[in-house]
C-alpha cells in the first residue's frame, strides 16, 4: 500500500501569481515557507526554515491570487509530486519535490467589505472546510448537535483503547 499525503502550515515567502496553461486552466504557484526552532543542550536557540513550493489549480488559484500576498499563514494538504526539466544553462538534468494542493485553508480573515469593495467570504467555508459566517464582534458558536470532544473525552472512549499504536 502506498500512501502519497503532505500536510504543511506556513506562511508564504512570496506574492502569489496566477498563471493561465494553454488550455486555459489557471493555476498559481505558492512557495511557504515552514519554520521549525530548536533548542540546544545549553539552551541556544536555532531557527530552521525549509522552503516548499505548492501548485494551486483552477477557482482557488484565483482566489490565492486575490487574496493572499506574502506574509499571509495558510495551510495545505495534498500529494508530493517530482517534477524533472532540462537547465537551460547547464543543460543538466533537475528535479525538486512539489505539493499539489488538494485542500487548502486561508488562517488569516480575509478583508472586509470596506476594506476592498467587495462581500467578505469566508474562505475556510471554499475549500470543503464548512464554517458558520461570522459577522464583526459576534462569536461562532458550535451547533449543538456536535459537542466539542476534549482529552478527557479520548481516554474515556473505547475507540482509543483499541487503536493498534
Known sequence: MNINMCVIAGRLSKDPELKTTKTGKSYTVLNVAL???TKSKDGTQTDEVVFMTSTVWNTEAELC???LKKGSPITIQGRLKAEKWI???TQQEREKVVIVCEKLTFL???PTMGETGEQQVPAQRM???PQPQQ????????PINQPVQTQEHFEQSAEWEEMPF
Do not use: L, T, V
Not at 135 to 142: F, K, L, N, T, V
Open 135 to 142: 459577522r464583526p464582534g459576534q462569536s461562532i458558536q458550535r
Open 108 to 110: 488569516e480573515r480575509m
Open 65 to 67: 491570487a486575490k487574496y
Open 87 to 89: 537547465d537551460k544553462n
Open 127 to 129: 475549500y470543503n472546510n
Open 35 to 37: 519554520n521549525h526552532r
